[in-house]
């Protein structure tokens, strides 16, 4: 069973900086892509950033250029660093895994998720 445990979260003003991180921990599972999702209040959920295992990363328009997906494979972590926040930024993020998908338009539907890092920005 894969999972995933998020930190990193808090409250920043706009403008400002954020990095999450994603432990993983998988039990013979092979892991084909990484990613984010976000969820705001009263909105659906949102991929915004999948890290696939040949290295390729993808992003959702919202955060491009703003947000870099990354990982440590030593250290069995998952990185988003967050630049520029925006209130818009505002939502749960959580870190999720799949076996089969990859993209950041599908990281909203992978098999495994984590419980979430509340973000919150600030105007």
């Known amino acids: 069973q894969v999972q995933l445990v998020e930190s990193g979260g808090g409250s920043v003003q706009a403008g400002t900086s954020l990095t999450l991180s994603c432990g993983v921990s998988?039990?013979?599972?092979?892991?084909?892509?990484m990613g984010w999702l976000r969820q705001a209040p009263g909105k659906e959920r949102e991929g915004i950033a999948a890290l696939e295992l040949g290295g390729t990363t993808t992003y959702a328009d919202s955060v491009k250029g703003r947000f870099t997906i990354s990982q440590d494979n030593a250290k069995n972590t998952l990185y988003l660093q967050m630049n520029s926040l925006e209130p818009g930024d505002t939502a749960i993020y959580y870190c999720a895994a799949d076996r089969y998908r990859c993209g950041a338009s599908r990281a909203s539907i992978f098999a495994y998720r984590g419980q979430g890092t509340q973000v919150t920005v600030s105007s």
């Open positions: 998988e039990y013979g599972y092979d892991i084909y892509c």
